[in-house]
């Protein structure tokens, strides 16, 4: 049960914050201070099936035989496929190479179909645990086939259930010798959420088989090879103000063969190079740099692709508890090469649609740039000698090609120790401009370094806070994350970014826990850390306002259980003010509006509280959820707010103009 808050005594602690300490006090001025506008934001890793089975929206696995014992002792090439003779025909079928679609695509499904039977010869995929459909909805099919029997061959494909009954289907024929994509459109008339693909030929004859594809007709933005609609749109009501992609491990890979290479992703999707994902499954790369450009755009949050600095991932042929065969670099003479990757990926991004890879972009259906600020070289690297010259080599490099861009460098992948400030001093040698760090740490952590960033040197690298949650998706978890970030806000002038990590798992599939937001294949679960980072997303703004906010009882001590906020959004003139709650006790103070000229007569609160050890789930997803409502506003306000709460004022400018 949400816990009723007195309206007005609410609005006045949440009114300019700020949470005594110390050492907070000092780190604050009189007057309103200049932060980041793009302070919080998102970072989206392949992991967990986070792209493929996930935000990607292909719902057929496997689509181009491209699985393998590399990516999981139990793949083949006819993983999530079955061979498909229940009309009783026959024939022969196996997995080719030696004339595929593209040679970035090698294999390839061969069917020799000697008797088509009562029903034809086929494949039938199922999916990502199940095909989800949905009635009086259309799916997009297409695939390549190539008749390699001289003469066309009559096709037919159909949606069925667990128990083979047909749901939909459409034919068609196919043309003479030669790879052709053919498309199709399915119209379903019957919920399902476990339904089947199934391809069949129903001629003799022999036939090459690729790229089988099944899309929703309404993806995000309805883009064409695009993303599952649902999921994205619960990343997108974040309103993040960036996103890093596409990974922190994956993108330094998992050995030197490994690295990501953004320009294996781009192009014709049956052209992209597929490879192995260090989580122990597949990239089809069907989500490539392209649609990672374009998500931002419709989201409206920067892009920040992260880049490998030349070295793999250190833990690579094991885990990152355990270790592995350890960091390798790219060949020095292969170095060159990779650094003009990077460069060409900026002219990717950012050149005229008449340069060489701005025209790639361009014939993407992109002609205009995706105006790239940030660029990330690096993810929780070990610190070494073989990382140290690969990484200056690329700095130097991007920092002469173009001085515009923001480099983000790396100090390793913990809070502290040896990778953390040897990262640092090389950061300060080359005057980085930001660094990249990661903590994953328990609740009782945040809460103790609420003064993390106050003793900052404001004169060295900015901070991005690349990758940080504390372990676990309970509404505690989600309130010291808060108490944290209203830090963060008083220290927005030094540190630039911050996301938390992962962003999304598939039930069934995680590699990591906790995750941002969960999902299955019908539905989408967001935790309770999701709805705090919303609201601080949501509810940011570029001008910190210091010393408002007077709680009762105010100690001094830094480790803390509340935390409070108030900044200014230059954009809307909205003042918005946090307060956070993770301790087991109401809070209460006193705090001054009046400073705010023309201030309205209401403002928009909302409040997320309840049981601290509860969290949302499959079960139960609405558990803790925010609740909005109206209230009035007066000058001098008395506050109390519940224990085990976040709470957030907004009080908009134009009901301020409204009240005159």
């Known amino acids: 049960m949400m816990r009723k808050i007195d309206c007005a005594i609410l609005v006045l602690a949440l009114a300019f914050a700020w949470l005594g300490a110390s050492a907070q006090q000092k780190a604050d001025v009189a007057k309103p201070k200049k932060i980041s506008p793009d302070l919080f934001g998102i970072f989206f890793e392949d992991l967990s099936y986070a792209a493929d089975g996930g935000l990607y929206a292909e719902l057929v696995q496997n ?184 990974g922190g491990c994956l993108t330094h890979g998992d050995g030197i063969a490994n690295i990501y290479r953004w320009k294996n992703t781009i192009g014709p999707v049956e052209q992209r190079v597929e490879q192995r994902n260090i989580w122990n499954y597949h990239q089809s790369v069907g989500l490539g740099y392209f649609e990672y450009f374009q998500f931002c755009e419709d989201i409206g949050a920067k892009p920040v692709p992260v880049l490998a600095a030349g070295v793999s991932c250190q833990n690579s042929g094991g885990t990152w508890k355990i270790g ?55 993810n929780e690297d070990k610190i070494t000698g073989v990382f140290e010259e690969r990484f200056r080599m690329i700095y130097d490099a991007v920092h002469k090609a173009h001085p515009e861009i923001k480099i983000i460098g790396t100090v390793g992948p913990s809070p502290n120790g040896e990778d953390f400030e040897k990262g640092w001093k090389l950061a300060d040698q080359l005057s980085v401009g930001i660094v990249d760090e990661h903590y994953y740490e328990k609740p009782q952590w945040f809460l103790k370094n609420t003064a993390r960033y106050d003793s900052y040197n404001r004169l060295r690298s900015k901070v991005y806070i690349g990758e940080y949650a504390s372990w676990g998706n309970t509404l505690f ?37 906790p995750n941002l937001i969960y999902f299955n294949g019908t539905k989408v679960f967001p935790t309770v850390n999701y709805y705090v980072q919303q609201q601080f997303a949501a509810n940011s703004g570029n001008e910190y306002l210091p010393g408002m906010i007077k709680l009762k009882g105010e100690k001094t001590a830094i480790d803390t259980t509340a935390g409070t906020s108030v900044v200014r959004d230059a954009a809307t003139g909205d003042i918005i003010l946090k307060i956070a709650n993770a301790g087991n006790t109401e809070l209460s103070g006193e705090a001054d509006l009046s400073k705010i000229s023309q201030l309205p007569k209401s403002a928009t609160l909302t409040v997320i509280t309840g049981n601290p050890e509860v969290k949302n789930s499959a079960d139960n997803p609405q558990a803790i959820l925010p609740q909005s409502s109206v209230i009035k506003l007066q000058k001098k306000w008395a506050f109390t707010v519940p224990a085990y709460s976040l709470t957030v004022v907004r009080i908009s400018s134009a009901n301020a103009k409204k009240s005159k």
């Open 324 to 378: 592995g065969t350890g960091q390798k670099g790219i060949p020095m003479e292969e170095m060159s090469a990779y650094v003009q990757d990077v460069l060409d990926l900026i002219e990717y991004a950012n050149g005229p649609a008449t340069s060489t890879w701005g025209a790639k972009r361009a014939a993407a259906g992109h002609p205009a740039p995706f105006n790239l600020e940030y660029l990330g070289i690096g």
């Open 63 to 246: 689509r181009s035989f491209e699985y393998s014992p590399a990516d999981n002792r139990d793949w083949n090439s006819m993983t999530a496929w079955r061979y498909e003779t229940d009309g009783f025909g026959y024939g022969t079928i196996s997995v080719e190479t030696a004339a595929p679609v593209h040679p970035n695509n090698p294999h390839y499904i061969l069917l020799d179909i000697q008797d088509e039977g009562q029903k034809g010869v086929g494949l039938e995929n199922s999916g990502f645990d199940g095909i989800p459909v949905k009635a009086g909805k259309n799916y997009n099919f297409s695939v390549f086939l190539n008749a390699l029997s001289g003469r066309s061959l009559p096709v037919k494909v159909a949606l069925i259930d667990r128990k083979g009954k047909e749901l939909c289907s459409s034919s068609f024929t196919t043309a003479n010798k030669g790879w052709k994509k053919y498309a199709e459109q399915i119209h379903v008339n019957f919920d399902n959420d476990s339904a089947k693909l199934v391809l069949l030929i129903k001629a003799k004859g022999k036939v090459g088989i690729d790229m089988v594809s099944l899309f929703p007709e309404e993806t995000f933005k309805n883009h064409k090879n695009g993303l599952r609609a649902d999921l994205a749109q619960v990343i997108a009501d974040i309103k993040p103000k960036f996103m890093r992609f596409p």
């Open 477 to 513: 978890n989600a309130l010291a994350e808060a108490v944290y970030m209203t830090n963060l806000e008083r220290n927005g002038d030094v540190v630039r970014m911050a996301s938390y990590a992962p962003l999304i798992a598939r039930i069934g599939h995680t590699s990591w826990n």
